[in-house]
């Protein structure tokens, strides 16, 4: 799979920078939501629920935010767990 990555990199994207980013987010939010979807039928609700809180977090805020708002997210659910 790297190997394809490596290999084919640069032609998939050219082809992904002409789809418009539109297009681009909400395939990412379907993808991700089919995603919490199987991971909501298959774990407990405590384990589910911090992948789609960090999601969350990621759509309304920057990367670089949303990705500390899950880990602060993580942390605060692991220091009660304890």
């Not at 939501?33 to 609700?45: H, I, M, N, S």
């Not at 960090?54 to 304890?82: D, H, N, Q, S």
């Amino acid at each position: 799979m790297i190997c394809r990555g490596l290999v084919l990199g640069n032609s998939l994207l050219g082809a992904l920078q002409h789809y418009p980013r539109g297009v681009l987010g909400v395939l990412l939010i379907v993808s991700g939501g089919e995603l919490v979807l199987v991971c909501r039928d298959q774990l407990a609700p405590r384990v589910w629920i911090l992948p789609a809180l960090t999601a969350a977090a990621r759509l309304a805020f920057p990367l670089w935010i949303g990705f500390l708002a899950g880990w602060a997210i993580t942390c605060v659910a692991e220091g009660k767990k304890k």
